[in-house]
């Protein structure tokens, strides 16, 4: 039974539902003040960042979900020029932002430093040294206080957060209060883009909650969606602003954005064809989001398992 | 500990890889002699269909998979009349198929006839009174066979069957040798549909393996994918055909099809939005199927885990 | 992987401990009015009767517990007549029980006529026609009430109970008020025995605490353990009497006993070095026991996880 | 399900059985040229070596093992001097050995320094300054080379080594071949002891066999077992010696000798009851080892799972 191992990581995502990962080495474990740990090796997706028992991303496929939450804002955007990032701990969100030529500002604000600092010690390519570009401004804060306290305001603001959990204040980052002061720290022709969840048609209630929610801030809100395998499902993503619409535009402007416009060249997810399959969701998903009618308030906050 | 479940039911996808379901009730176990089959209760995804080991099918989602093996290619199909079923003993790609008015007639060439019998007393609404309606008739025997000795042409010929293990025959059923003979079983204007294989980028050779293939026989072959959620994956489907593109087939066009054309209505998963996100592979998926160069044939068989 | 199960039965012992069991076949899963039954063969084990989650008896080493349980105390008393069993559904008791020459009469108390019914379906061999004797009457009652309103006394008492759970009543039948009524329903030269929880050091408190709160109504107690494989865990037992003293009996007397006296030669795991095997408890069980100081009544009772 | 653990080590003892145990933390993982070292913190169990995926000790029950190895033979020896340990890394042999005061000299053979090394680090108080002790000398080199070529002679020689496994060489040091040499290693009264594997009557080959192969070099051999929660099983050991019967010694005896005698207080599994216990193996045990006929030869070795 040698080749089998015998060191596990099972993730559930429902108390009758579980993955199985094999692990080769627990690389770190470890407790910050805001949450859990482990940094792991898999022989099928390679090294994995766990939080709270959860793998937010690895080796093998971040590049689906970090391509897929930067670009579509970034390519519909006419000319993004400072980005405001909330959470992205890992990195590899600053490193996909500054493939945008426009881009002259970022400025991160993550509560947890220390995961950030793991994450530049265990991961040091997913940021790509976006930690040390001149454009790039680090806050470890509160993410709500620093955009109710701070009135500049944004091309683009990315939210790459941890899903509202039980037992963690992150839910006040995905409120109808909340999303009312991101509304005011937009530019004109800014947008938002956010991770928004899972859209397993029977766990699809934090995704269609969180959509109500900024629909009462924004007039363009649209849902898109990528197969992620470490997560074993199609996750979901949410673009929002006053005007623009993203799902409107054809893939060979993606393409020709992407291409002699901002010369990006080297994507491996994401291109005008991946843009129209992810704006294009099908029936199902589509109509259990329409089902779910929950708003999310400060005091009436939603939590996944 | 009295809500976590006690029996469980755990799937590999890779020696280092698994999913666990918990299980309400184990319904039915048993051997025939071309496979072992389950049927399991779980709470997540309600009764299931176990072949070897492997999920086929579920109350919960079993929608996703069946819509998407048919019903693109009998929308493309301008009027499919003819069409022959290889597997599909759950019954409800019958049930798909009946549902456009044009068909006059269905063979289903099943190879497990308990399997089939199962299927019928455990999933009766999968078939939906399918195996009952005077279009349809059903043969027990081996495909390979059936095609190479009837001489019949069709519409369109749909293979719902289970990957090629090693050790099963059914992997006669994916070569260049048997394409070539069902290429000559084709009506002109005719095309055919299979489930293809998972679309996880690391799992991806037999699907690549399949659409190579279908090349040599065919010159129309358009992937396609769906996510299932009890596959824990996006899986790939196939079309081929001499002539018909369902990739140019824009969504106003299926969605008018489905509609005033057909009249139907009740379709959960399939639509002209669906249609486009389904062949709007994302670019990794593209990459991947591109870089797998092995042609399937009779002596050169490709297994899955 | 053909040779991996798929089927697995997971029984907890505490929230970070469990042991998994290859499943062939799952056999049975119903609900009593008192309990969840399940019936499953495992490649390991045999066939296995699993009630609330929890292994009770498999067909490769239901031989020691079952011997373990009764012929201690029925070597111990002189010669046994009238025999109570409390509980026992499987009917090896029976069977066991039956082997002394001397026995007269055996009533038993189960509350759960459906456990009885599948054990004689599933499980013959196990009572092995204990149930067609006709010195044996079975009641299906609460064994509380039977022995609160039945002034009837017995030469031996045996309790063959799943452990206390916090969702089922059974824990009447470990408290101190229970164990008075007891003692006041066996002959003067009477004794009782019973399983009594686990001996892993760790997971010892319920064993004491029902060793302790025999002590109040029988001058002689003792404790005895027997390794039982699907189990995973040395298991205890007790005796108790006014004044019988089984770890006295030095291993030739129970061999003599059993063999010339009384003509038993089937018995596969007890004999005389058994006997005293068992009594020896080591030293670290015996300190654990008696660190624990808990005593268990009406409304103060205990719960094993 | 924040209480449930996400890091499980799975050990598996037979393809359809293993044991779960939630992990804390993943101390350390590495692979020495001999075989791979996990060093894991579990709730159960405190902190845990594991060698090739098999537990070794842990926190909560090494005593039961080492003491168990230890105590019968150096008790049945009248007065040990000169001890021989062969493996024993985690230098709690040592730690029990140095408590009878007759020793003068201990020489451990141990071929993988690093596995003494780790456990060193971090297990200290395992070997409780054993390694500094100035009677003590470790050698790290081939076992059966220094016995074969090592002439001198010992009071008692324990072999406290992993199972025969297919992958390692290890199995040369449970040969008939071998017993041979270490027979003319024994000072005429000496004794040896060992580790002799599962007494799990369905997986007690091992035990039988090594039983069977001691047998040709020694007149008095000796199964006794140890229920040891960490390997959820009755695990084997054997004395052996040419006329030492530790079976005979009565519990007084073995008390007197560890209090009066040779004042070790400080025992916490083993003591003369617990002697008794030992030595009175259950009769199925018995049984099965005597069915197992086979003789472990340097070309015909036995694995175990």
């Known amino acids: 039974m040698s080749s089998v191992p015998w060191k596990w990581f099972i993730e559930h995502t429902h108390p009758t539902q579980a993955h199985m990962h094999g ?19 898999t022989d099928f997706f390679g090294r994995c960042l766990v939080l709270d028992g959860k ?6 496929d971040e590049y689906i979900y970090h391509e897929t939450l930067i670009h579509p804002a970034m390519i519909t955007h006419p000319r993004p020029e400072s980005v405001l990032v909330v959470g992205g701990g890992e990195g590899a969100v600053l490193r996909e932002i500054l493939k945008h030529p426009s881009v002259k500002k970022v400025v991160m604000v993550d509560i ?14 997913w940021s790509n ?4 570009d001149p454009r790039v401004e680090v806050l470890y804060m509160d993410a709500r206080r620093y955009l109710e306290e701070n009135h500049a305001t944004w091309d683009v603001i990315f939210f790459d957060l941890t899903e509202p959990l039980d037992d963690s204040p992150s839910y006040l980052l995905f409120t109808k209060e909340f999303y009312a002061v991101v509304r005011e720290r937009l530019h004109e022709g800014g947008c938002i883009a956010l991770q928004g969840g899972n859209l397993n048609p029977r766990l699809i209630e934090c995704h269609g909650a969180v959509y109500n929610t900024l629909k009462l801030s924004f007039d363009n809100v649209a849902s ?7 997560y074993d499902t199609m996750w979901g993503f949410i ?5 623009l619409k993203p799902r409107d535009i054809p893939p060979e402007i993606v393409d020709k954005k992407l291409g002699e416009e901002r010369n990006i ?30 708003i ?4 009436k906050p939603l939590f996944v398992y």
């Open 239 to 243: 673009t929002a602003s006053r005007d």
């Open 23 to 41: 692990v080769e080495k627990y690389v770190f474990s470890g407790k910050t003040p805001f949450q859990t740990v482990e940094i792991i090796d």
């Open 265 to 294: 060249l080297d994507l491996r997810y994401y291109d005008g064809l991946t843009h129209q399959h992810m704006f294009a969701l099908p029936k199902d998903i589509r109509k259990q989001r329409s089902a779910e009618k929950r």
């Open 129 to 132: 040294g976006g930690f040390e």
């Open 224 to 230: 898109y969606g990528a197969y992620i395998p470490s």
């Open 112 to 125: 947890d430093k220390e995961v950030v600092e793991l994450c530049r010690e265990y991961f040091p390519h």
């Open 296 to 299: 999310i308030e400060d005091d």
């Open 55 to 60: 793998i937010q991303s690895t080796e093998f």
